[in-house]
């Protein structure tokens, strides 16, 4: 049974790798077998992340472009499947953040996240999923977030393309499915990560997500391991189109 969750010869591509949830997924792919290509805007951080991983006997290489450059996203695949011929596993997980009032947003704040956490993922899912129809296996997991469950202030663009992504998550999961391709995505609650340092510094925001969430605390960036390895295997062959809360049960409660 243990071998179904397995990614044992298999090529995964993370991006947004370098830190944060995406090196702790890439982590988790290659310390379940797959070679894992790591990407990120910065290739010297990317390397030192890569190197990192590479010290703990782990399969990886550094994969550098701007996931909001339609045209370094087309170079980037075709350099992977230059590289390894192939692309088994996708994730999605690059994203920015940018909070404000309502007010204060201009148009340009806004298409610039959507374009890094919604238009990239379709555009890498696209190209993947080109590959992944030519051997009938694929798995391509979609980093969403709770707050496209339940909402919040300020973070307005944030919300609005990670509910887009639970939807592009679904609908690419109804095309692909018979062809052996599974689209899932994970919905993480609040995890202590570069991306969340401001709110990590304000003591009265800790203590609310502290006693919001049943589980009591902030989740670490090695607890999103388990689900993205699980949907990435065989085990999880008959998941689809499932949006995976990881939340600590914050989703669920009042």
Avoid at 31 to 49: D, K, S
Avoid at 80 to 95: E, K, P, S
Avoid at 174 to 192: C, H, K, M, Q, S
Avoid at 205 to 219: D, L, M, N, S
């Amino acid at each position: 049974m243990l071998e179904s969750f397995s990614a044992k010869g298999r090529v995964a591509l993370v991006t947004g790798a370098s830190r944060g949830l995406g090196l702790a997924m890439a982590e988790a792919l290659a310390a379940a077998g797959a070679r894992v290509l790591l990407n990120a805007r910065e290739a010297a951080t990317l390397a030192a992340a890569a190197d990192g991983l590479r010290a703990k006997g782990l399969e990886v290489e550094p994969l550098p472009f701007d996931v909001a450059d339609a045209a370094a996203c087309r170079d980037g695949m075709a350099e992977l499947l230059r590289r390894h011929g192939r692309l088994d596993i996708l994730v999605n997980n690059a994203g920015i953040q940018h909070r404000v009032p309502v007010t204060e947003w201009t148009d340009a704040d806004f298409e610039r996240v959507v374009a890094v956490n919604l238009t990239s993922c379709f555009r890498l899912a696209r190209e993947a999923a080109r590959s992944m129809l030519e051997r009938r296996w694929g798995r391509i997991i979609n980093t969403g977030s709770v707050v496209a469950i339940l909402g919040r202030p300020t973070i307005h663009a944030y919300v609005a393309a990670k509910a887009g992504l639970h939807g592009l998550t679904r609908s690419l999961a109804a095309e692909l499915a018979r062809d052996g391709i599974t689209v899932n995505a994970i919905a993480p609650g609040y995890f202590a990560t570069e991306m969340n340092t401001a709110l990590l510094q304000n003591a009265e925001f800790t203590a609310w997500v502290e006693q919001r969430t049943p589980a009591g605390r902030w989740a670490r960036p090695a607890e999103l391991g388990g689900a993205v390895v699980f949907l990435a295997s065989d085990a999880a062959a008959y998941v689809n189109g499932h949006v995976l809360a990881v939340d600590g049960g914050l989703s669920v409660s009042l």
